[in-house]
């Protein structure tokens, strides 16, 4: 099993430019998250989804959109990227069920300039 | 709002020696789970351990150990006789219904 992989690995934008942040995981999990870890600064969470078909905002959600495209794929889009949207992109899933621990990509190195 | 408190920004030890990662939770939740996260230097995310808010018994797992308080609303994690491996970031968090909240982290230096 791969676990969860991520796409791109690393990416530079320009301001105004949009991209579109990959997650797939082959788990069979119901859960997937988008993270965001900035310098000296634990994870925030950007948005969620518990099951397929439904997303729900997270801390800080503000600028981006996101696509549960299926059980497997969570997708994370940028429409008009900022400079303080740099940052190291973290995708995550769990079961669902029971709080359980969530697994992590090897995450995505974005920087806006 | 729910919040994590990792007070310590940075430690450094000795191998061999024991050390204790501090981490202080706010949540007006009575069910919520807490977790501890390593994050070494290549920069992965790795779960260690999980107690949920109505369980304050405390465990060993070999190095590992943990001391969750709930009246002080304290989640501490021990390493007994670190070693060089142990280096990396720890992170503590505070899932509440899909809800993750995690502290700062805490830099955790091993020498030899």
């Known amino acids: 099993n791969a676990g969860v992989t991520q796409t791109p690995k690393f990416q530079v934008l320009k301001t105004g430019q949009s991209m579109t942040l990959q997650c797939a995981q082959d788990?069979?999990?119901?859960?997937m998250y988008w993270y965001r870890q900035d310098p000296g600064m634990g994870l925030r969470l950007i948005y969620y989804?518990?099951?397929?078909?439904?997303?729900d905002k997270g801390e800080v959600p503000n600028g981006y959109n996101v696509s549960r495209l299926n059980k497997r794929e969570f997708s994370l889009r940028l429409e008009s990227a900022a400079p303080s949207q740099t940052s190291v992109y973290f995708c995550?899933?769990?079961?669902?069920?029971?709080?359980?621990?969530?697994?992590f990509g090897p995450g995505t190195r974005l920087t806006v300039l | 709002a729910q919040k994590v408190t990792q007070a310590q920004t940075e430690i450094s030890v000795v191998e061999k020696e024991d050390v204790t990662l501090d981490c202080v939770y706010e949540?007006?939740?009575?069910?919520?789970?807490l977790f501890w996260y390593k994050q070494p230097p290549s920069g992965e995310l790795v779960f260690l351990i999980r107690?949920?808010?109505?369980?304050?018994q405390n465990e060993i797992s070999g190095r590992y150990s943990w001391n969750f308080q709930k009246s002080t609303s304290s989640f501490n994690f021990t390493i007994t006789a670190s070693q060089v491996v142990d280096s990396a970031v720890y992170f503590c968090?505070?899932?509440?219904?899909?809800?993750?909240?995690f502290g700062s982290g805490t830099k955790l230096n091993v020498k030899p």
């Open positions: 995550a899933s769990r079961t669902g069920t029971e709080f359980n621990e969530q697994f």
């Open positions: 788990m069979n999990h119901n859960s």
């Open positions: 989804s518990a099951s397929e078909g439904t997303t």
């Open positions: 949540t007006r939740d009575t069910t919520y789970y």
């Open positions: 107690r949920n808010s109505f369980d304050e």
């Open positions: 968090a505070v899932d509440n219904f899909n809800k993750f909240y």
